[in-house]
């Protein structure tokens, strides 16, 4: 069922465990008994500019590599044009050094990472024998199933918070609290950036109010510690509001 797989994707986080392997895996069986020895980038690119099946999704494929002046992981698209890097190779993922080359992404999904091992494009090491045809074939449940993990997710961590925030409120503060935060949470979209920022302002005033503060010493707040919490509590709104 659904609801088992879901639970599944869950208990192998933050590896996210993905459920859509589990519905291929049966038909991988004759090939599973996967190489010892991980697949080298160089060959997972190779494999996605050449083969018939992915050349037309090669633009929805990116590539994560280590950039050696900023010293931090960047992504670029897999077809990028190489604009910066010596040499006579067109595109840029060709001409990067292999070895900085640390993972690889269809869409939003990770099919090569040097670090954990895994390859979902030929099935090599941790990637169970699951190659990029099933990923490319499944990718839409798998999306799906993920959403609703995110979903979940998200609904217990607002709780968390919720039930954080109640300790350290009076009953009155915490129940206009309450009011304006489902207020905004079920109109999130159609409020503009402004009305958030003023939430947040006025959920901040709440915190050091000195009602609250003179509640109990040990559960009272600082703004500093308001902030901290507050930031934790904005992420119940889509990114497009933060």
Do not use: C
Not at 124 to 139: E, H, L, P, Q, R
């Amino acid at each position: 069922s659904v609801e088992k797989r879901i639970s599944e994707l869950k208990k192998d986080a933050p590896q996210q465990h993905d459920p859509s392997d589990d519905a291929t895996s049966s038909s991988h069986n004759n090939i599973r008994q996967s190489s010892n020895k991980l697949m080298p980038a160089s060959e997972v690119l190779q494999r996605i500019r050449w083969d018939p099946l992915l050349q037309p999704l090669a633009s929805e494929f990116t590539v994560q590599y280590l950039d050696r002046v900023e010293e931090k992981i960047k992504e670029i698209q897999f077809d990028a044009a190489n604009d910066s890097i010596s040499g006579k190779e067109r595109m840029y993922v060709f001409a990067l050094p292999e070895h900085r080359i640390e993972s690889v992404k269809f869409r939003q999904r990770l099919v090569w990472d040097k670090s954990r091992r895994l390859d979902r494009v030929f099935g090599s090491m941790n990637g169970d024998g699951v190659t990029i045809a099933a990923v490319v074939d499944n990718y839409e449940e798998h999306a799906s199933l993920l959403e609703k993990v995110k979903e979940q997710e998200k609904l217990r961590n607002t709780a968390e918070i919720i039930s954080r925030v109640q300790q350290i409120m009076a009953s009155n503060q915490f129940e206009r609290f309450q009011l304006l935060t489902n207020k905004i949470r079920k109109n999130v979209g159609e409020i503009s950036n402004d009305v958030v920022e003023d939430y947040i302002l006025l959920m901040l005033d709440l915190f050091v109010s000195e009602e609250n503060q003179s509640l109990d010493s040990e559960l009272a707040v600082n703004e500093l510690e308001a902030l901290d919490l507050l930031s934790e509590l904005v992420s119940i709104f889509p990114e497009e509001h933060l």
